[in-house]
């Protein structure tokens, strides 16, 4: 009796092992997900701040900025009761477009001649104006936006996806295939390129730096958007949510190599699943921190990033 006792007792041990694994695998498997879903995110943003970089060796940190304005702006939109969602978010990203516009115009152009330095301290200038001007337009509360279509989960194993999971990685798709295109297709991309290679080359041959730049403003502005836009049904949206958001996509940025727009998206990706992880498997009170931690860790370690050169090069 008593050795009947030991094999169902052993018998309940392989079990509860057998179902922990199990747990923890499907855990691991949800983690995923999420980090990848957010590290699509993650991707677009710091392919903004590429996109501006290799045009005007700045690190816009208003970036952020526009992935907020761009969520803040189709819920407005949308609110009305009047616009169906597809047109709204196309109104919302160029309405964030003009922004970046703008931003260009009255605030990097008007410096004919100054360092990245000021010129960085310019755009967090724009930053805080841009988040203030939010504030007092839509108020200090976190708004919601409807899902694209539908909420009802899709299960996977023991996992579960929301839809929306699947529009953020469909317009993160979108925007990567896009700018790839643009780059190696079009008079504009082409242009683009090789303002980033070499400026002065690039005036020489005919090819206007100041328009190019302005064109890297009002894409990095455009892909913000509809950044914003896709995540905001997943997670709220308020006035602030800039600011950790363009932080993470700078980590991110930097991690893959920054000028680098294969690097922003490895870094992206990689930034994101490591944050999910870390937040599930260790403490979500790390989940920002890691970031920031990698951050360091990169700059230590390899500081033009796991893409990047040796002798940083923009492509």
Same mark, same amino acid.
């Given at each position: ?32 997900? /999420? ?25 816009? *940190? ?6 907020? !304005? ?18 709204? *978010? ?19 152009? =008007? ?17 805080? *104006? ?16 409807? =899902?694209?279509?539908? @909420? ?36 504009? &991309?082409? @242009? ?13 041959? &005919? ?16 892909? &913000? ?10 997670? !709220? ?14 980590? @991110? ?8 727009? =294969?690097? /922003? ?8 699943? !490591? ?7 260790? /403490? ?6 890691? @970031? ?11 500081? /033009? ?11």
């Amino acid at each position: 009796m008593a050795g009947l006792r030991i094999v169902l007792a052993d018998a309940l041990d392989d079990q509860r092992r057998t179902a922990s694994a199990m747990d923890l695998g499907t855990q691991i498997v949800q983690y995923l997900i /999420s980090g990848i879903t957010i590290g699509a995110i993650y991707a677009v943003i710091a392919l903004g701040f590429t996109i501006i970089y290799n045009a005007t060796e700045v690190i816009n *940190f208003a970036q952020g900025e526009f992935v907020m !304005l761009g969520g803040m702006a189709v819920i407005a939109l949308d609110g009305s009761g009047y616009l169906p969602l597809a047109l709204c *978010f196309v109104l919302g990203v160029l309405a964030v477009t003009v922004v970046g516009i703008l931003l260009e115009r009255l605030t990097i152009r =008007p410096v004919k001649v100054a360092n990245p330095i000021t010129l960085i301290i310019i755009t967090v200038g724009a930053s805080i *104006f841009l988040r203030g001007g939010a504030m007092m337009l839509w108020g200090k509360d976190s708004l919601a936006l409807r =899902p694209f279509t539908g @909420a009802q989960p899709i299960h996977m194993g023991g996992a579960t996806l929301v839809p929306q999971s699947l529009w953020v990685l469909g317009v993160t798709l979108v925007v990567m295939t896009g700018l790839q295109v643009f780059y190696k297709h079009t008079i504009t &991309g082409k @242009a683009m390129r090789a303002c980033a290679f070499n400026r002065r080359a690039a005036s020489l041959m &005919g090819i206007s730096v100041n328009r190019m730049v302005l064109v890297s403003f009002a894409l990095s502005a455009a892909i &913000g958007a509809a950044a914003g836009i896709v995540i905001v049904p997943i997670t !709220l949206c308020g006035y602030d949510v800039g600011t950790m958001l363009g932080l993470k996509g700078f980590c @991110a940025a930097v991690l893959g190599g920054l000028g680098s727009s =294969p690097g /922003s998206i490895l870094g992206g990706f990689l930034l994101g699943v !490591l944050e999910a992880l870390g937040a599930g498997l260790i /403490s979500s009170g790390f989940k920002d921190a890691i @970031a920031f931690f990698v951050l360091l860790l990169v700059l230590f370690v390899r500081p /033009s990033g796991l893409l990047g050169p040796r002798e940083i090069k923009r492509i």
